[in-house]
């Protein structure tokens, strides 16, 4: 072992100013690990900056800027992300928001040049799914959820933990969907988060389904990490005011030294945080609003398909309610495999019924002109 080396003066001026620096985030008399932590509910602004790397190469290829908007409450949460950088989707709106069951969430994007302008009663879409995590595949989301859900609620299957996967395509609610998850708190409740590591088990989720990975990672790996880097304190609670994010995954050329390599990163940076008990605050819903529900909370329900029917003023079922319930019977029945030549006949014939009701007010006009005729 070689003996430690005497500090240069420039390590020492660092060293004075990170100190200087967490003094100036947290006030002096704040305890670390304050277990006070917001109960009754806060509301967060914050920017999210994410990257994506490739092996080999320091720079990212790729990156963008969100504001971030988190509110809870003691029974729910929502989370708001806009998109700021880049320009080629700035403006687009990610409104997502637990619900009875599940989470709903709500995509609205600006216009595109050259497009039609979009009606003013145009009525959105929210779609549902059988998730309490907002989606990871929603930069900014996940990592805002960790660092202010407190305490975060994490789903198992069985009695082991679900992995951050997509929630979108369905992959987050397989069966198939396992990892193994560690745990760090910055409080001796257990409320706030410090540290979080996911195991990928050594399998990996594809389009075909999960498939067992090659050795090396074939017995496992970290694929995620969350890690709050500095502690504030607001009306006398420990808030996370900058945290990260880290997704590894296996390298192309794996070796004893590096396996794995960050392929995502975000980082989070606290703006301002106030108290609060309403959520909704930014949403992209209007007061007495209407939205589509696509629900795909519903086992039996094919993956392509969903329960659809109108919500109004964010209120939701839960999907165990038996109107729920039959929409969902109807709605399988409706997308259940068919042979083709059954299928076929069935397309024939509602379209010929269709093209009947479409053509009735015709008929029925001409017939009237004709009888009109021979009168004169």
């Known amino acids: 072992m070689q003996p430690p080396t005497p500090p240069t003066l420039r390590t020492m001026f660092r060293g004075i100013v990170f100190r200087l620096m967490l003094l100036a985030v947290i006030p002096c008399g704040a305890a670390a690990g304050q277990d006070s932590d917001y109960r009754d509910?806060?509301?967060?602004?914050?920017?999210?900056?994410?990257?994506?790397?490739?092996?080999?190469?320091?720079?990212?290829?790729?990156?963008?800027?969100?504001a971030v908007r988190f509110s809870?409450?003691?029974?729910?949460?929502?989370?708001?992300?806009?998109?700021?950088?880049?320009?080629?989707?700035?403006?687009?709106?990610?409104?997502?928001?637990?619900?009875?069951?599940?989470?709903?969430?709500?995509?609205?994007?600006p216009p595109?040049?050259?497009?039609?302008?979009?009606?003013?009663?145009?009525?959105?879409?929210a779609e549902v799914y059988a998730a309490a995590i907002p989606p990871p595949e929603i930069p900014g989301a996940l990592i805002a959820w960790l660092a202010y859900m407190h305490p975060p609620q994490f789903e198992t299957n069985g009695t082991t933990p679900r992995r951050f996967l997509a929630v979108r395509d369905r992959t987050y609610e397989s069966k198939d969907n396992k990892g193994r998850l560690a745990l760090e708190w910055a409080n001796s409740s257990k409320t706030i988060l410090r540290?979080?590591?996911?195991d990928?088990?050594?399998?990996?989720?594809?389009?075909?389904?999960?498939?067992?990975?090659?050795?090396?990672?074939?017995?496992?790996?970290?694929?995620?990490?969350?890690e709050v880097r500095l502690l504030t304190n607001s009306m006398g609670a420990d808030v996370p005011a900058a945290c990260v994010v880290r997704l590894f995954a296996?390298?192309?050329?794996?070796?004893?030294?590096?396996?794995?390599?960050?392929?995502?990163?975000?980082?989070?940076?606290?703006?301002?945080?106030?108290?609060?008990?309403?959520?909704?605050?930014?949403?992209?819903?209007?007061?007495?609003?209407k939205v589509i529900a696509l629900d795909h909370r519903f086992a039996g329900v094919p993956k392509e398909a969903s329960v659809n029917y109108a919500v109004t003023n964010d209120v939701?079922?839960?999907?165990?309610?038996?109107?729920?319930q039959y929409l969902a019977k109807v709605t399988a029945a409706v997308n259940r495999r068919e042979p083709q030549g059954v299928l076929h006949n069935k397309q024939l014939l509602f379209t010929g019924v269709l093209a009947?009701?479409?053509l009735a007010p015709v008929l029925k006009y001409a017939a009237g002109r004709t009888r009109q005729a021979g009168r004169g």
């Open 356 to 358: 009947v009701l479409l």
């Open 316 to 324: 939701w079922r839960s999907a165990t309610n038996a109107e729920l």
């Open 112 to 125: 595109q040049p050259g497009a039609p302008a979009v009606r003013p009663d145009t009525v959105p879409a």
């Open 250 to 289: 296996p390298h192309p050329n794996p070796s004893a030294v590096e396996a794995t390599y960050v392929n995502w990163q975000e980082t989070l940076v606290l703006k301002s945080i106030r108290q609060a008990t309403a959520l909704g605050a930014g949403s992209a819903l209007a007061p007495q609003s």
């Open 41 to 66: 509910g806060i509301e967060v602004d914050a920017v999210v900056t994410s990257e994506m790397f490739v092996p080999g190469v320091a720079a990212p290829s790729f990156s963008s800027v969100s």
């Open 72 to 109: 809870r409450n003691a029974h729910d949460w929502q989370v708001r992300v806009e998109q700021l950088v880049p320009p080629e989707g700035r403006g687009t709106v990610y409104d997502c928001r637990r619900i009875p069951d599940g989470i709903r969430l709500i995509i609205s994007a």
């Open 200 to 226: 990928n088990l050594g399998v990996a989720a594809t389009p075909d389904g999960f498939k067992r990975l090659p050795a090396p990672f074939s017995a496992g790996f970290t694929e995620f990490a969350f």
């Open 195 to 198: 540290a979080a590591t996911m």
